[in-house]
């Protein structure tokens, strides 16, 4: 049973980069048909589906945040990252780590790490 | 990119009761919809894919239907732990992957 787990700083600055990292436990990132996501959620609100990461090292993003996400991977660790650059207050949320298969369901989630933007 | 939006807001219901809730897309999507279940400080759970498969695990009492811009997902009969928030997610025409704004399902 694949899990996955989020990790990384809890506060980023405005203009800084937000960095995560996503560890997975009880399977392989190298599975040929495992694709790698990031999702968030600020505060009370919905689901944003930031990207995808596979593991060649093909991605795809939401182009309304494209020009500022990055997402590589790292099999021999077994984690693929999130990062985000020049943040504001808007990208305060909560961060997720999520597994979909060909079919671009969310099946498996990590248990999501708050990021909140501030000085 | 698709919006999807999701009706109502709120749904106030008792243990026991039939919940209808709706997503409409703004453009076709064929029976490509996902449904997810989230309830408070959790991580969302799939429960219904391509519009009306119960995801492993998931209790006959979920079901969904629909196809094109118009579905729904029916909760037969409300346990307590059903009482959460709901979310549908189409993947036809993508990036983005996109997600309705959700509907609360609380306790009347």
């Known amino acids: 049973q694949v899990q996955l787990q989020e990790s990384g700083p809890g506060r980023v600055k405005p203009s800084e980069t937000l960095s995560l990292t996503c560890t997975v436990s009880?399977?392989?990132?190298?599975?040929?048909?495992?694709?790698w996501s990031w999702i968030r959620q600020p505060p009370g609100k919905g689901l944003e589906w930031i990207g995808y990461v596979y593991y060649s090292g093909s991605t795809n993003y939401n182009p309304s945040l494209k020009s500022r996400v990055a997402m590589p991977i790292d099999t021999s660790k077994n984690q693929f990252s999130l990062k985000l650059s020049s943040v504001t207050a808007a990208d305060t949320a909560v961060y997720y780590c999520v597994k979909s298969s060909w079919n671009w369901y969310f099946d498996v989630w990590g248990r999501g790490t708050l990021v909140t933007v501030s000085s | 990119e698709i919006v999807l939006t999701q009706s109502p807001a709120t749904l106030s219901l008792s243990p026991g009761d039939r919940a209808t809730l709706s997503c409409r897309a703004s453009?076709?999507?064929?029976?490509?919809l996902a449904w997810y279940q989230q309830k408070p400080g959790q991580a969302p759970r799939l429960l219904i894919f391509?519009?009306?498969n119960r995801a492993p695990g998931i209790p006959a009492r979920f079901s969904g239907s629909g196809s094109g811009t118009d579905f729904t997902l029916t909760i037969s009969s409300l346990e307590p732990e059903d009482f959460a928030v709901y979310y549908c997610q189409q993947r036809v025409d993508w990036p983005p992957l996109t997600f309705g704004g959700g509907t609360k399902v609380e306790i009347k």
């Open positions: 009880g399977g392989s990132v190298s599975i040929n048909s495992y694709y």
């Open positions: 391509d519009a009306s």
């Open positions: 453009q076709s999507v064929s029976n490509y």
